[in-house]
Nanobody, 124 residues
Framework: QVQLVASGGGSVQAGGSLRLSCAAS?????MGWFRQAPGKGREGVAA????????YFADSAKGRFTISQDIAKNTLYIQMNSLKPEDTAMYYC????????????????????WGKGTQVTVSS
């Protein structure tokens, strides 16, 4: 089992920034961030293979969001800049015990473990 603890959500105005953190109880392969807005399905935002160098982003996040990792702490971060009201959602951290190639890193079915969400609210 892997426990994930996410933190860093909050309320900001459009154009602002937030940094979310997700600490895993042990090393996992892939880790990612997903979000779910009210009345919508959960969508992948960003993901990376822990220890790897290639991040994956949803089109909506490209150019505005970055992810980084602290392998020693089994922690994944997402830096969200130029936030828009449409970024308002509950953000979830996810991890999988899958190691190696993942052809669908932004698909929630690829992930076995989920943290409790952290709310991000962007006002206009």
């Amino acid at each position: 089992q892997v426990q994930l603890v996410a933190s860093g959500g909050g309320s900001v105005q459009a154009g602002g920034s937030l940094r979310l953190s997700c600490a895993a109880s042990r090393y996992t392969g892939w880790m990612g961030w997903f979000r779910q807005a009210p009345g919508k399905g959960r969508e992948g935002v960003a993901a990376i293979y822990m220890g790897g160098t290639i991040p994956y982003f949803a089109d909506s996040a490209k150019g505005r969001f970055t992810i980084s990792q602290d392998i020693a702490k089994n922690t994944l971060y997402i830096q969200m800049n130029s936030l828009k009201p449409e970024d308002t959602a509950m953000y979830y951290c996810a991890a999988t015990a899958k190691y190696g190639i993942n052809r669908r890193p932004l698909v929630e079915d690829e992930y076995n473990y989920w943290g409790k969400g952290t709310q991000v609210t962007v006002s206009s």
